[in-house]
């Protein structure tokens, strides 16, 4: 059923012209409806065809299978709800809206890719309209986004290099094929390429020492951004690090691996540690999220289907989490409500805000029954069983270090009352009980989605 | 057979529904169905005595197919007495542990869900579930003392949960070590115990170590005890009594299944032996020095958890079985002593023993009350402590000779100190404190009904150990 | 199932007493009723079935089997389960006129006869389960009650002394019990004891239990502070049933004793109990507590004896000791309540009024200083024959003979003064007859009782033996007793002014030594409560170091305020650091 992928394709195309129109007519609400349905037409189609369990190409350069539906259905889910914030928050938004359809479709073929140079296309044009977005907002927001700018042309950089690199063995530049053969899976430059992959890839993913640009666009940048940089950016990146690891050099497991293992550890504990002295919620979230990372980087080391697996389903995981999160502190910030010490009293203020943020944070600590206890738990699974019984050590170590800031989080927002009740908008309101659900119904039933990210594991490693 | 376990958890969980949604008749409502749930885990031991058998394990659905997790809950004759105590215990909180009737909904709520997952825990019929039940119980528990405590509340609930959290994930660790290192990759507890001996000889020790790092932090013992006394001292009657009563079980019922599961934790007993004792006999030490009521209480909560844990370290079903009816034990005794803290504290609005005056005089069920829970405590033949430590000390004797009784001088030590205390202030009327508010009925009956589950498994322990198959 | 039925009526009427607690009317009838109908039950076993058992399996636990198990088949169990069954109504008839605040009755009664239950359960008690379980009740049956009063200045502090030594005897028989049933494998009493190692450990800890429970060196003195409780408990408890208990474990455990060192170990308490005994009663002021010295005395009397072997004779003094002491106990609390309250000896006179109380007060006295034939001296001859062989011993409990007949009668004579001006002594004819009828019954026993000396053994008599009947001891106790009548009445009735002037002497200092021992034990006390106030700032000290470490790791994270400074440069270099890192990784893979 070819339509599937022609539907997409479309679907996408749709999307970009219904922007560009928004720009000239300029009507808020009609540009928010059309990229909704078309943001949730996308993931009906890509949950059919994760249904009928296809898997064919499109046009040679687009393929569709559980695995590149699965992140499809992702993407296009945790964008529409990123659309949904940014409703309220942009003061721009028929430009936003522009801006965003790049990123969508950015996203979206990074997880259908075939090819190497689509990979890096699909991860530029997450990124740069990102830079954009945050720029749009005013002056104050030109300097995070020049961070982001220069940082990512650093990284695609190391990209194309990488791309370069491998071009004479796969002058095809095609995920599968690129066959290897002993003579070549030995080769300084394919093995140059990996490590440029990586270097460049973690710039997006947050691995450290490729992340520090992080704290300071994820604390300037506004909210919803924040929440897409962290929501949908890294995990694009940590898609297209599947795809070419697990796919184009995956008999060089054992040397990225080591990579990967190497870089997981140094992030944990880089955001976690730079974590519990922060005060301002958002730059908090924003190391959080680089722990996060390293916790995914785990599966991805762990090198195996079932390490492969874990991550997959953090990423899941860590998509709701993040968003839900940041819908809150972005609805907070409108509020002047930034630090932890203005956080005191909102549970008097409104203490179902209150309570969901518990809720996103216990998940992000990795407490059962939610969410990202299911995830930690796969995550250090697949690292026992790939035998780095210390690296899982580790991931635990990191987990009890995180307990400490967000319970400061925590306790802030039900200690003290404070009078004046806070209202959350309607819009905000529906992401952040959209997260909730999937936060609390995942954790309570993962058995779906484990399947669903087993079959997709199988087809990339099988690819 | 009636599933008695889906009964309680079903009754709880309507409880918990109802109690969130009529804010203002939660507590009545949270009482009513915490007492059908009482009902029913009571009906459960009278009918697993009277057929001389525990009932079937209830299996619900598949969790984690793809881990062969299922939601299978179970009782043994260890987790049938521990979720009896829960369920009295919690009952008894959430009717009469809270005087002034301050924050009643976050409360009942709270302890209710406390009451899932405790009993869920003890249940709890693979490694997974016993995770997950755990953590739920350690964060609502971090949320009573956190949400309902006193002025210094915030340290006392970040120490407590940085603990605890280090606990469970040394937890989580271990399970998942257990879980792919065992032959047949299982979380089942019976699968476990079966297969564990197969586990290789450092990871067994590794396996270990975490374990018994976890649930000693969890029990609590020397040297990972310093969580409690805060916790104690800053959160609410309600807070302590299940924190004592209940959260400290978990750590005593889940040493119980490390020595069930990994043969080689027999091989480190007498040093475990050694470490309990010392804590024991410290903690009582330590708290000679103290003051304030509650302290002195959540103090000797250490000192019976380590006797516990000597008689856990015996290795042999003596011990191991009078640990767990000492358990059930300790979870009356210790809640009734902190019920009627709580209702002193009430009733004079002052904790400390150097100027708390006259109890005797102004409430005298309080202080009645209180000496009957020293007797339980101290393990006066007829209260139920004492069947649970002589069956102890018959474990350590038997395992240890006499070395593994040397922490009976800590029963020494408390005892004398608690009837101090007792005979110094709660029995004393010079210098009497004026009385602010008199304890309602509902204080009255929950200490009549703590005090009536001591004398009933103190004089009839044999409805529990029939149970025992040792 | 009969002697299971001799406590059941007491504990009816405990839980009577106290279902009845806002109705105290009929209470104390129900619990003098309910003591008749134990003493019929224990007469009906006497007579018809002195053997009877009862037992029933309590709880088992693997192999071992905890059995409730009681019985009168030994001889000396059933004598002790008729001392108790006879006093206990004679004492409820008692507490009839001396609790007579209505308020105060339920609590005194369920606690009285939930002492009087457990006592006789000791008393039949075949199983180590039985024993400890009636062991412990009977130490907080005995706390409850010397804190009767709570309101009183001293009750509390009293009550407080009393549990602390009680505690330590019932954990030290709690591990002497544990002990046991491990080495046997099971809870039946010990028949013939190895001795040697942890049996040998077994023994001291049985010794240091009943050391606690008799009060006696060193944990005596809690037993003249216990007289802050009613009078009814001190002539109860504190002299003729409980205290005994430690005595009796001594006599059932006593295969268990059969090392020279433990035998030694006993003699040696036992002596140095006598020795304090005499000499506190010898300068003790107050009306009770001399009685109560006394009682320490008495209880090493029959420990020494037992020391030789000699169950015989400690049994003999066992036996007459409860009568004669329940009744200057009673005496004593009549002097009391008709003097007000008053209970200093030196400032109550005219006791000589009441003619009935001096006579029975009298009795008591000339039983205990030893007199042919009242039932005293046979004790107290029973114990000197025992020991005669060695001179030492004997010598010493001559001299502690002379010094009893002393105390004894300074404890009579001087409440006999006359003194007009003093009114207190005036109201010594309102003793309420219910106080009066058991010391005259109490008297008529002490006259009588050794009656039982001279039938035929049979049945529970068996126990009740004097071995041998030497003409010289006996006279030696009469001489002695007389002695010391005279020294008494030369010093306190005739020497009234000489004996005053001596009263703050050194002498006395020394005689006086229960300050000595109050010392010592406070001592002890707050040596532990200091290492307490150590162990407790090491707590706090490694709290504090905890603290500061999480502190510091806390405080780690702003180790990287420089790395992340804003500067984008700075992150471009980390970029590139990291790829030389990666690459590093790379070549030490591939090499």
């Not at chain 2, 039940?133 to 964060?139: A, C, K, L, P």
């Not at chain 3, 905890?66 to 004679?90: E, N």
């Not at chain 3, 029973?382 to 002393?406: D, Q």
């Amino acid at each position: 059923m070819p339509d599937i992928g022609y539907a997409i394709v479309a679907l996408m195309s749709l999307l970009v012209f219904s922007s560009i129109g928004g720009v000239f007519h300029r009507k808020k609400t009609i540009q928010l409806a059309a990229s909704s349905l078309i943001l949730v037409a996308l993931a009906a189609v890509s949950a059919c065809a994760l249904y009928l369990q296809d898997s064919y190409s499109v046009l040679g350069a687009l393929l569709i299978n559980p695995f590149s539906m699965l992140f499809v259905l992702l993407f296009s889910f945790t964008l529409l709800l990123i659309n949904l914030l940014s409703y309220d928050r942009s003061s721009d938004y028929p430009s936003f809206s522009l801006l965003f359809s790049f990123v969508v479709v950015g996203a979206l073929v990074v997880a259908m890719a075939n090819s190497i140079v689509t990979i890096v296309l699909g991860i530029e044009l997450t990124v740069l309209p990102t830079a954009f977005m945050i720029i749009i907002n005013g002056k104050n927001f030109v300097e995070p986004a020049v961070k982001l700018f220069i940082m990512s042309a650093v990284s695609v950089s190391m990209l194309v290099f990488a791309v370069i690199l491998i071009y004479p063995y796969d002058p095809a530049l095609s995920l599968m094929g690129y066959i290897a053969n002993p003579g070549i899976a030995g080769s300084y430059l394919v093995m140059l390429s990996l490590l440029l992959f990586i270097a460049g890839i973690s710039f997006d993913a947050a691995l450290f020492p490729f992340n520090m640009w992080i704290p300071d666009v994820y604390q300037g940048a506004p909210a919803n951004i924040t929440a897409l940089l962290s929501g949908v950016n890294k995990k694009v990146a940590f898609v297209a690090m599947l795809e070419i690891l697990f796919v184009l050099l995956l008999h060089l497991s054992p040397i990225f691996s080591v990579m990967i293992q190497a870089l997981a550890v140094i992030t944990m504990f880089f955001g976690n540690i730079v974590a519990l002295v922060q005060n301002e919620v958002k730059r908090l979230f924003a190391y959080s999220s680089i722990s996060q990372a390293g916790y995914i980087a785990i599966g991805i080391a762990a090198a195996s289907q079932l390490g492969v697996e874990s991550s997959m389903f953090y990423l899941f995981a860590h998509a709701f989490m993040i968003i839900g999160a940041f819908a809150i502190i972005l609805w907070l910030e409108s509020n002047n409500v930034r630090s932890i010490q203005e956080y005191r009293g909102l549970a008097s203020r409104n203490r179902w805000a209150a309570l969901c943020l518990t809720v996103f944070m216990l998940s992000l600590i990795g407490i059962p029954p939610f969410i990202g206890f299911i995830g930690k738990f796969l995550l250090f699974s697949s690292a026992i069983s790939a035998n780095l019984v210390w690296l899982a050590a580790i991931g635990v170590i990191n987990s009890i270090i995180s307990v400490y800031y967000y319970a400061k989080v925590i306790i802030s927002m039900y200690s003290g009352i404070e009078k004046t009740p806070l209202k959350m908008g309607t819009s905000i309101g529906i992401v952040v009980i959209i997260c909730l659900i999937a936060v609390v119904a995942i954790g309570l039933y993962p058995g779906p989605l484990i399947s669903a990210v087993s079959t997709a594991s199988n087809t990339l490693i099988a690819m | 057979m009636f599933p008695f376990i889906g009964a309680i958890m079903l009754l709880l969980f309507a409880g918990l529904l109802a109690a969130i949604a009529l804010p203002r008749r939660s507590r009545a409502v949270g009482s009513l169905f915490s007492a059908a749930a009482m009902l029913v885990a009571v009906s459960a031991l009278v009918s697993s005595f009277l057929s001389g058998a525990v009932p079937a394990p209830e299996q619900y659905f598949n969790y984690i197919s793809q881990f062969g997790i299922s939601f299978t809950l179970q009782f043994t004759p260890i987790s049938l007495a521990l979720t009896v105590m829960a369920s009295i215990v919690a009952f008894v909180a959430i009717y009469s542990g809270n005087p002034e009737k301050s924050s009643e909904h976050t409360a009942t709520s709270l302890l209710l869900l406390f009451e899932i997952s405790a009993i869920g825990l003890f249940c709890s019929s693979n490694l997974f579930i016993f995770f997950i039940f755990w953590d739920v119980g350690v964060i609502t528990l971090f949320f009573m003392i956190y949400l309902l405590g006193s002025a210094n509340r915030r340290r006392a609930a970040i120490k407590f949960i940085i603990y605890e959290i280090f606990a469970s994930s040394l937890l989580l660790f271990a399970i998942l070590l257990i879980y792919f290192y065992t032959p047949i990759h299982s979380f089942d507890i019976s699968t476990i115990i079966a297969g564990a001996s197969s586990i290789p000889q450092h990871v067994q020790i590794l396996i270990f170590a975490l374990l018994f790092i976890a649930f000693l932090i969890n029990m609590p013992a020397f040297p990972l005890h310093l969580w409690l006394p805060d916790a104690h001292t800053e959160a609410s009657t309600q807070g302590s009594m299940v924190l004592s009563g209940i959260l400290t079980k978990f750590g005593g019922y889940g040493m119980i299944l490390v020595f069930q599961m990994l043969p080689i934790s027999s091989t480190y007993s007498i040093y475990i032996m050694a470490l309990a004792t010392l804590s024991a006999i410290y903690i009582s030490f330590v708290l000679m020095s103290e003051h304030d009521i509650k302290r002195i209480i959540a103090y000797t909560t250490i000192v019976e958890m380590s006797i516990i844990l000597v008689g856990i370290s015996s290795a042999n079903p003596y011990g191991i079985y009078g640990a767990a009816y000492a358990m059930l034990a300790h979870g009356f005794a210790i809640s009734l002593l902190f019920l009627v803290a709580g209702s002193v504290k009430h009733t004079y609005q002052e904790r400390d023993i150097r100027s708390l005056r006259g109890v005797v005089s102004g409430s005298v069920s309080s202080a009645y009350s209180f000496i009957t829970g020293i007797f339980a405590t101290t393990g006066v033949p007829l209260t139920a402590t004492f069947v649970g430590d002589i069956m102890i000390f018959i474990g350590a004797v038997t395992a240890f000779s006499v070395y593994g009784a040397v922490s009976i001088i800590a029963i020494i030590l408390i005892g004398a100190f608690l009837y101090y205390v007792a005979n110094k202030s709660i029995l004393s009327t010079k210098e009497k404190l004026p009385v602010q508010e008199y304890i309602g009925f509902s204080q009255k009956a929950g200490m009549a009904i703590l005090i009536f589950f001591i004398f009933l498994f103190g004089m009839l322990p044999f409805i529990v150990t029939n149970l025992f198959n040792v | 199932m009969l002697p299971i039925l001799v406590v059941v009526p007491l504990l009816a009427a405990a839980v009577l007493a106290l279902l009845l607690r806002n109705n105290p009317e009929p209470v104390k009838y129900i619990a003098l009723l309910a003591s008749l109908a134990s003493l019929a039950i224990v007469a009906y076993i006497t007579v018809y079935n002195p053997s009877a058992t009862a037992s029933f399996d309590w709880f088992n636990l693997g192999s071992y089997q905890f059995i409730v198990s009681v019985s009168t088949a030994s001889t000396y169990q059933l004598l002790l389960l008729i001392i108790v069954a006879i006093i206990t109504p004679l004492i409820f008839l008692y507490s009839i006129g001396f609790m007579d605040v209505p308020s105060e009755q339920p609590r005194y009664y369920f606690e009285m006869c939930v002492f009087a239950a457990s006592m006789m359960l000791f008393a039949m008690s075949t199983s180590l389960i039985t024993l400890l379980i009636a062991w412990e009740m009977l130490g907080i049956t005995s706390y409850l009650l010397i804190g009767f009063w709570y309101d009183r200045e001293h009750a509390p502090t009293a009550a407080r002394k009393a549990i602390t030594t009680i505690i330590i005897g019932d954990v030290a028989l709690l591990l002497a019990v544990v002990i046991l049933a491990t080495a046997q494998g099971g809870f039946q009493y010990p028949v013939a004891g190895a001795g040697t190692g942890v049996l040998f450990l077994a023994g001291i800890l049985m010794l240091i239990a009943a050391f606690t429970k008799s009060a006696q060196f060193p944990f005596h003195e809690w037993l003249s502070d216990a007289m802050e409780g009613p009078t009814p408990v001190s002539a109860f408890l504190h002299s003729s049933t409980m205290v005994k208990a430690g005595v009796f474990l001594v006599i059932l455990m006593l295969p268990l004793f059969n090392t020279t060192y433990l035998l030694y170990l006993i003699l040696v308490v036992g002596m140095a109990s006598v020795i304090i005994g005499v000499t506190n009663a010898l300068v003790s002021r107050h009306i009770k507590k001399i009685l109560a010295y006394s009682t320490i005395e008495d209880l090493g009397l029959m420990l020494i004896p037992l020391a030789f072997g000699q169950v015989y004779a400690a049994l003999a003094l066992f036996f007459v000791q409860a009568f004669y002491k329940a009744l200057l106990f009673m005496s004593a609390g009549s002097i009391i309540k008709a003097n007000k309250g008053e209970e200093d000896i030196f400032k109550i006179f005219n006791t000589g009024q009441s003619k009935v109380v001096f006579i029975t007060a009298l009795i008591g006295t000339l039983s205990i200083a030893g007199f042919f034939p009242l039932s005293g001296f046979f004790g107290k001859y029973a114990v000197g024959s025992a020991v005669s062989s060695n001179v030492a011993v004997y010598a010493i409990l001559v001299l502690a003979e002379l010094g009893t007949s002393v105390y004894i009668f300074r404890w009579l004579f001087l409440p006999m003064r006359k003194n007009p001006q003093h009114e207190i002594g005036a109201g010594a004819n309102s003793v309420p007859l219910t106080m009066i009828i058991p010391a005259i019954v109490l008297a008529v026993l002490v006259l009588f009782a050794a009656i039982v000396f001279a039938l035929p053994h049979s049945g529970v008599l068996d126990a009740l033996v004097l071995q041998s009947t030497n003409t010289t001891e006996a006279l030696v106790v009469n001489a002695v007793a007389a002695a010391g009548l005279i020294i008494a009445y030369l010093v306190y009735v005739k020497g009234n002014r000489f004996y005053l002037s001596m009263n703050n002497s050194h002498i006395f200092a020394a005689l006086n030594n229960n300050a000595i021992t109050n010392g010592i034990y406070l001592a002890i006390c707050s040596m532990f409560l200091h290492v307490g106030k150590i162990m407790g700032m090491l707590d706090s000290d490694f709290d504090y170091t905890t603290y500061r470490l999480s502190y510091n790791i806390i405080n780690s994270g702003k180790l990287a305020k420089p790395l992340i400074n804003g500067q984008t440069n700075n992150y471009v270099i980390g970029f590139v650091i990291g790829v030389l890192v990666l690459a590093a990784a790379v070549l030490y893979v591939v090499i």
